[in-house]
């Protein structure tokens, strides 16, 4: 049965030299992607050289900069909007851990 990922494209690789911890997706309120940017502070507390990627395009994303750009986290959270597969695929090779959540 087909599963629906290209392990062509989607294959492990080399990991980051730093901790990384990514959401990619919509960005959209009931996404709950609010809860892990609030995290960071915690997250950081443990991890310090932990990094935050958010990519995406939605109707949250503005609230969702503006959360991440409180001190405690915006030294350490990226936004990035959509990007074709290829770009994908290379940067979910190195992450650390990836977010999902609801």
Not at 37 to 62: F, K, R, T, V, Y
Not at 71 to 80: E, H
């Amino acid at each position: 049965m087909y599963n629906g990922v290209d392990h062509a494209l989607y294959s492990p690789g080399k990991k980051s030299s730093r901790p990384l911890i990514a959401y990619v997706g919509r960005l959209r309120n009931y996404k709950s992607i609010h809860v892990l940017i609030q995290a960071m502070p915690e997250l950081l507390a443990a991890i310090p050289d932990l990094s935050l990627i958010i990519a995406g395009s939605g109707e949250a994303s503005d609230g969702l900069q503006c959360l991440a750009e409180k001190p405690a986290s915006a030294a350490r959270s990226l936004f990035g909007g959509t990007s074709p597969r290829q770009k994908k695929s290379a940067s979910f090779k190195q992450l650390t851990w990836w977010s999902t959540p609801l």
